[in-house]
């Protein structure tokens, strides 16, 4: 149940220290892509000229992250990645999400906001998955050697955080040293992490400029 990319990526994002996690488009988009990775590991679909196609191969896979994007590139014309990055991005965050409860991995926990207004939000019941995952994403950064010998699913993860630029998990230098491997890391599912760095950067872009607002 917490096996697939997208369960994955969502505990990674997870922020022990703050028992939540940030910011829910930026995480949303980061579970579409890890989807659509996933997908793409498994032979479900495939890359055509920089759009996304169902293969014969892409039948129900049980996961419901998985199945609601596959779905949604069965029944559409071919598009490219970043609009299924963005397409839909908080109903895979509300799905993963919901998947991880069912399994026992997160629990809701209720609380308050400024002390005073009641909010509901849930955290990682047990913290030893997260930490191994953490374990599997620096050591496919760090360890010397082929990165052959590194798990597909653990090499695509490891592209994908830090192409989302969670730096709780792979900070600001470590993504800049390890440059050369990160693309390696990611050249299983290269269209989509490249794909989820325009949508970041975009996002991030978009932000900036409403901040310094009309007179900018």
């Given at each position: ?13 997870y ?6 996690v ?63 990055i ?24 209720p ?12 955290v ?70 490249r ?22």
């Open positions: 149940m917490t096996e697939s990319l997208p369960a994955k990526a969502y505990l990674l994002a922020r022990t220290d703050r028992r939540r940030r910011d829910r488009h930026l995480l949303g988009y980061l579970v579409r892509a890890a989807a659509l990775a996933d997908l793409l590991l498994r032979g479900h679909i495939v890359d055509v000229g920089g759009a996304a196609r169902v293969t014969g191969a892409g039948g129900a896979t049980g996961d419901p992250v998985l199945d609601d994007t596959l779905t949604m590139i069965r029944a559409s014309r071919p598009r490219q990645w970043r609009h299924w963005r397409k839909g991005h908080l109903e895979a965050l509300r799905l993963v999400q919901a998947q991880l409860v069912d399994a026992g991995v997160l629990v809701p926990e609380g308050r906001a400024m002390g005073v207004l009641p909010v509901h939000r849930t990682v019941r047990n913290r030893t998955h997260r930490l191994s995952l953490c374990s599997a994403v620096d050591g496919a950064l760090r360890v010397p050697g082929d990165t052959a010998a590194i798990a597909p699913a653990d090499a695509v993860l490891t592209a994908l955080i830090a192409a989302a630029k969670l730096h709780h998990v792979v900070s600001r230098e470590a993504r800049h040293h390890h440059r050369s491997r990160l693309d390696t890391l990611a050249s299983s599912a290269l269209p989509v992490v794909a989820l760095q325009v949508t970041v950067r975009r996002q991030r872009t978009a932000r900036v400029v409403a901040i310094a607002g009309p007179h900018q």
